[in-house]
């Protein structure tokens, strides 16, 4: 490097925040700076929930509840102090694993803020449509392109990269047996809204039916 060239963190060269913040569930989730995030099994005590969220210190943020007793498919985000941020439900009877989240614990259709569904029902690889509530067109917010074989995805505003997981390999994952992955949220990015993303992926990639 020649003398008096600037040195700059390889996360601020990699991911140069968005102009415009993209917020989805809410804007205190909307950070300048790349988001990197872990999300586990089994890191919870028994009835606190069946993922943890946590970010490179540790500090728990979310978590994940499973309804098991429910007519539908249905998790909850929760916040580190369990109130729920919002519910996500899976459609039943549908050709494109479609999955829907609402506000809080709620599924009024006026507390919906956005809903999922697979771009095509024959995939090798899972792609995803995202589209915010008040989206009336068949062009999606988002999309998401993952490979479970791989377990790895990356999500997209346009052509615009805003967050990326892959399957962690950690000493908890391997003695527990317990999914783990990592999540980069790029900065200016609701990155509560990316992690409804990738539980849901998790959910997808958890059936093994392939029909609805």
Known sequence: MASGEARFPASELAY??????IVVIGSQFIV????????????LKIGEGNFGVTDVKGNLLFKVRNNVISIRDRRTLLD???????????????????????RGDSNDPDDLIFSTKK???????TELDVFLASNTSNVPDFKVKASWIERSGTIYAGDIVIGQMHKEHTMQSIVFDADSFAVTVYPNVDY?????????????????????
């Open 16 to 21: 140069p925040p968005l102009a415009n913040p």
């Open 32 to 43: 300048p700076h790349p988001m990197d995030l872990t999300i586990s099994e089994k890191i």
């Open 80 to 102: 580190s102090a369990g109130h729920p941020l919002v519910s996500l439900k899976q459609k039943i009877l549908t050709a494109h694993k479609r999955w829907e989240v609402f």
């Open 119 to 125: 771009s095509s029902m024959l995939q090798v690889r």
């Open 192 to 212: 509560a809204f990316i992690i409804a993303l990738v539980v849901i992926l998790d959910e997808i990639s958890d059936d093994h039916s392939g029909d609805d």
